[in-house]
């Protein structure tokens, strides 16, 4: 072989193995189904995105996108299920604000929230909101901080479980608004709703998405949302930093998260098929409909938003005395 052949033989050769490459990079996942873990039960809001962008990833790969609800106290089963499953891209984590709450509620977890995980997009984020009954005397966030500084100790603010997303969102509004108030803890929504209907709490802290039809039927008044903008489905309500609580800014948001040790291939495979299905219209408008702002995000920006949160709700966890457990 002359060295002209024998260049053409070495550029044929790698030429093949470049397509090989190539090949392998845009198809890193296997046809076996992909299962994400849902550490909520089936139908709220967290559940129901999740369905919603796994109906359209299976549509983009071609094979089923299950998911597996595993609730319990702090998200600590699904969490640690998916820590400790194969990096593979094949079993996903639904992380969300609370993921963040659990590492500073817990005094010792089965994995680590930062380390054990490769987050890869984010979903969407969803308001909450500070509430009052339709028939209430408090018809504003200033009448609701004047009543509050005027009567040290009497204003009474209804969330669900102490821990909560919601709780911790009622006592950033308390420091925030540099206010004494009770903090009065409920089972759930419903019992929240029926509490403040009920005259029994002043006001309430709660997801807007569970209780659109209260908001919009007017048997309850939003007084204001608390993410750092106004909702596109309730721009007539402004945010609780107009209205004069500076700092108080808390919304959810969810997410998807692989094990630790994910290939980077993976990762970047599956957060290029998330952020299509995201990015949608179909699913956009879906998750609107719920009052969920669709939102994909690179991995780092999602890490970074994951250690933030972290940091963030560690504060408020610690500045309400709230006992680790």
Same mark, same amino acid.
């Given at each position: 072989?002359?060295?002209?052949?024998?260049?053409?033989?070495?550029?044929?050769?790698?030429?093949?193995?470049?397509?090989?490459?190539?090949?392998?990079?845009?198809?890193?996942?296997?046809?076996?189904?992909?299962?994400?873990?849902?550490?909520?039960?089936?139908?709220?809001?967290?559940?129901?995105?999740?369905?919603?962008?796994?109906?359209?990833?299976?549509?983009?790969?071609?094979?089923?996108?299950?998911?597996?609800?595993?609730?319990?106290?702090?998200?600590?089963?699904?969490?640690?299920?998916?820590?400790?499953?194969?990096?593979?891209?094949?079993?996903?984590?639904?992380?969300?604000?609370?993921?963040?709450?659990?590492?500073?509620?817990?005094?010792?977890?089965?994995?680590?929230?930062?380390?054990?995980?490769?987050?890869?997009?984010?979903?969407?984020?969803?308001?909450? @909101?500070?509430? =009052? &009954?339709?028939? %209430?005397?408090? +018809?504003?966030?200033?009448?609701?901080?004047?009543? $509050?500084? !005027?009567? #040290?100790?009497?204003?009474?603010?209804?969330?669900?479980?102490?821990?909560?997303?919601?709780?911790?969102?009622?006592?950033?509004?308390?420091?925030?608004?540099?206010?004494?108030?009770?903090?009065?803890?409920?089972?759930?929504?419903?019992?929240?709703?029926?509490?403040?209907?009920?005259?029994?709490?002043?006001?309430?802290?709660?997801?807007?998405?569970?209780?659109?039809?209260?908001?919009?039927?007017?048997?309850?008044?939003?007084?204001?949302?608390?993410?750092?903008?106004?909702?596109?489905?309730?721009? @007539?309500?402004? =945010? &609780?930093?107009? %209205?004069?609580? +500076?700092?108080?800014?808390?919304?959810?948001?969810? $997410?998807? !998260?692989? #094990?630790?040790?994910?290939?980077?291939?993976?990762?970047?495979?599956?957060?290029?098929?998330?952020?299509?299905?995201?990015?949608?219209?179909?699913?956009?408008?879906?998750?609107?409909?719920?009052?969920?702002?669709?939102?994909?995000?690179?991995?780092?920006?999602?890490?970074?938003?994951?250690?933030?949160?972290?940091?963030?709700?560690?504060?408020?966890?610690?500045?309400?005395?709230?006992?680790?457990?």
């Amino acid at each position: 072989m002359n060295k002209r052949q024998f260049a053409r033989h070495a550029l044929a050769c790698a030429s093949l193995l470049l397509a090989g490459l190539g090949t392998t990079q845009a198809q890193p996942l296997s046809n076996k189904p992909i299962r994400i873990v849902v550490p909520f039960g089936a139908g709220g809001v967290a559940d129901v995105t999740s369905r919603i962008v796994a109906q359209k990833l299976a549509s983009q790969l071609g094979q089923p996108v299950i998911i597996d609800n595993k609730p319990s106290a702090g998200g600590i089963v699904a969490a640690d299920t998916v820590a400790k499953s194969a990096p593979d891209g094949h079993t996903l984590f639904l992380m969300s604000n609370g993921s963040a709450v659990t590492v500073g509620l817990f005094n010792q977890l089965p994995f680590d929230m930062v380390k054990d995980f490769t987050p890869v997009s984010t979903l969407g984020y969803f308001d909450i @909101g500070v509430l =009052t &009954a339709s028939d %209430s005397r408090f +018809k504003s966030m200033a009448d609701l901080m004047a009543y $509050a500084k !005027a009567n #040290p100790g009497k204003l009474n603010i209804g969330s669900i479980a102490i821990g909560s997303t919601q709780h911790l969102a009622a006592e950033l509004f308390k420091t925030s608004a540099g206010i004494d108030a009770q903090i009065v803890p409920f089972n759930g929504t419903p019992a929240v709703v029926t509490a403040l209907r009920g005259k029994q709490i002043d006001a309430a802290v709660e997801i807007l998405t569970p209780i659109m039809g209260q908001i919009t039927s007017k048997a309850v008044n939003l007084l204001a949302v608390t993410g750092d903008k106004r909702s596109p489905l309730l721009p @007539g309500i402004p =945010t &609780a930093q107009e %209205s004069g609580v +500076k700092g108080f800014v808390a919304s959810s948001w969810n $997410a998807l !998260a692989a #094990p630790a040790k994910t290939p980077p291939d993976i990762i970047a495979r599956l957060n290029k098929e998330i952020a299509a299905a995201v990015n949608s219209p179909e699913v956009t408008q879906k998750l609107r409909e719920m009052n969920v702002q669709a939102q994909s995000s690179t991995p780092e920006q999602t890490a970074q938003l994951l250690q933030s949160e972290i940091r963030r709700w560690g504060d408020v966890i610690v500045s309400a005395k709230i006992p680790r457990q």
